[in-house]
């Protein structure tokens, strides 16, 4: 059975399922990847993780618009902000919650962590059996670098431009988060690269998945 609930019939859904969202965003990733790379990232990971756990482990429609506020002086990006997309969580889980058993969110994007923290804080007061867990590399760079380019060249290579690729601004984050609370990511990188994309491979991109992946099943399970 395919483990991604858009594909089924009602009559196909197991009984308390496993419910894995993957939770993206839809901003810029610099001049060299698409505007959806977090949301492609969890959901593959998503996708991997419920093939490995089995049957009754279904993997949700990505929530692509999120908290992306820190972005929003560049083209393409669309952001919700931290109160929309908070109420959009909770109603979705407790629309979830009716049929499923868990829920777990698999996040890609650093910037809904906030909102994340107290959603599961709420829904845990409610009774509800959520969580979340993050889908983000150890010691990675922060945006659009080597990290995240060399996972696309793995997933998706045909939307990689590696000819646009630039180093970007390869400071640690915690350095960088005051002016980019002042001024968002533009204000420290105009390229939008937080890190360098030029060293990615695709070989590096599918060591960091197997990575991701194993991690989020180890949480899970």
Not at 60 to 83: C, D, K, L, R
Request: glycine share 10%; proline share 7%.
């Amino acid at each position: 059975m395919t483990a991604e609930l858009s594909h089924l019939a009602w009559t196909a859904i197991p009984d308390r399922p496993l419910v894995l969202v993957p939770l993206g965003s839809f901003e810029q990733h610099g001049p060299h990847l698409p505007l959806d790379t977090d949301t492609r990232i969890a959901d593959a990971v998503a996708n991997a993780v419920a093939r490995r756990l089995g049957e009754k482990t279904l993997v949700a429609p990505p929530v692509v618009y999120a908290a992306s506020g820190e972005h929003q002086g560049f083209p393409g990006t669309m952001s919700i902000g931290n109160e929309a997309l908070r109420f959009m969580l909770v109603e979705l889980v407790r629309s979830l919650a009716l049929w499923a058993g868990r829920v777990v969110f698999v996040n890609g994007h650093g910037g809904n962590v906030r909102c994340l923290s107290g959603v599961a804080a709420q829904l845990a007061q409610e009774g509800r059996d959520v969580a979340w867990i993050p889908c983000f590399p150890a010691g990675g760079d922060a945006h659009a670098g080597h990290t995240e380019t060399s996972l696309m060249l793995h997933l998706a290579p045909r939307l990689v431009h590696l000819s646009r690729a630039e180093r970007g601004n390869t400071a640690p984050l915690a350095e960088l988060m005051p002016a980019m609370l002042a001024g968002g990511v533009g204000a420290v990188a105009p390229s939008g690269v937080l890190g360098d994309p030029t060293t990615a491979t695709a070989d590096e991109g599918a060591r960091l998945f197997d990575e991701l992946v194993a991690g989020v099943e180890r949480a899970l399970r």
